[in-house]
């Protein structure tokens, strides 16, 4: 019989507790304000009779900074994450002092990104202020309803972002703005092992419930920033400059945890198990061709583009 999500719960503390003490060991501190170049910053206009911000004030490029902001108004939903992971992961024993361990680390980032962002005057302040207003609003519910979908959504979700920042600093032209956004992906990336070895523990303890779990967060997964005003547009943007899109996310996402779970080398399935295996791998199929035909028409659209220049 599967286990229930509180017997789960339950069976992986210890684990819990293990992959804790770990994270806790590799975990490098740091500070934002190290990161901010405070020195290149001057009033805006208002009570400081400073100067309104204008496009042009900053060097970084559309695209990247649609992804900073994108990336930023994610980061800043983390009032609404906290409360989905703490509702479902409780807030006792190992399980509880996570919790509250990823939130501070989680709230870092966006301390980081709204400085570094504003200090440069890379975006509009008021526009940003106005967009953080509207989507923390809009809040984040997960569409997920058990503890081992939200472990299979969270270790998808943290190796994305660590993607979506390392490659929008790169974007960036910049060399303050790339060094930051390696910092926090290097956070990221140490949530994405957290949560992936602790599902990769469930899968020892029920084979079949979290295969299943697995291919129903792949086959729906979404960003958590879909809430956001313009998002698929602002998408668009950011596939388009190859910062993320979903040949990125098969191939450096989806695979690569993926394969370190072993899903496709798993025996001993029921035909439940099975079932769920072969939805992920007849989606898996889908979406590879779907992403070799938008990376072939982006590259026909440069390719264009640069003859006619």
């Not at 170049?37 to 060097?59: L, M, T, V």
């Not at 960003?223 to 596939?239: N, T, V």
Request: aromatic residues 8%; proline residues 3%.
């Amino acid at each position: 019989m599967a286990m229930t999500q509180t017997e789960l719960l339950h069976e992986l503390e210890p684990v819990v507790a293990g992959e804790l003490d770990r994270h806790e060991k590799v975990a490098k501190e740091w500070f934002p304000h190290e990161y901010i170049p405070w020195s290149e910053g001057r009033n805006f206009d208002g009570i400081y009779g400073g100067e309104a911000w204008q496009d042009g004030d900053s060097k970084i490029p559309e695209a990247a900074r649609v992804s900073l902001i994108v990336n930023l108004l994610t980061e800043d939903n983390l009032p609404s994450y906290h409360h989905e992971i703490a509702t479902t992961f409780g807030r006792d024993g190992a399980w509880g002092t996570w919790v509250h361990r990823w939130t501070a680390e989680e709230d870092r980032h966006g301390t980081a990104l709204r400085d570094y962002l504003t200090v440069t005057r890379a975006v509009d302040p008021i526009a940003l202020e106005r967009a953080r207003m509207a989507h923390m609003q809009s809040g984040f519910v997960t569409e997920y309803g058990t503890m081992l979908q939200q472990l299979a959504y969270v270790s998808f979700q943290e190796l994305a972002t660590r993607i979506s920042h390392r490659n929008t600093g790169k974007a960036s032209g910049d060399e303050g703005c790339e060094r930051l956004l390696a910092r926090i992906a290097a956070d990221e990336n140490l949530h994405m092992l957290f949560y992936r070895n602790l599902l990769k523990a469930a899968f020892e303890l029920d084979p079949n419930q979290t295969m299943r779990s697995v291919t129903d967060v792949v086959t729906t997964f979404q960003m958590p920033g879909q809430g956001m005003e313009g998002f698929a547009r602002k998408s668009l943007i950011i596939a388009n400059e190859g910062i993320y899109d979903l040949r990125l996310h098969l191939d450096d996402v989806l695979m690569p945890v993926l394969r370190q779970w072993a899903v496709f080398d798993k025996t001993g399935l029921d035909a439940e198990g099975e079932q769920a295996r072969e939805e992920l791998s007849a989606y898996l199929a889908k979406a590879d061709v779907t992403a070799a035909r938008f990376v072939e028409r982006r590259e026909e659209r440069r390719a264009r583009a640069a003859a006619r220049r």
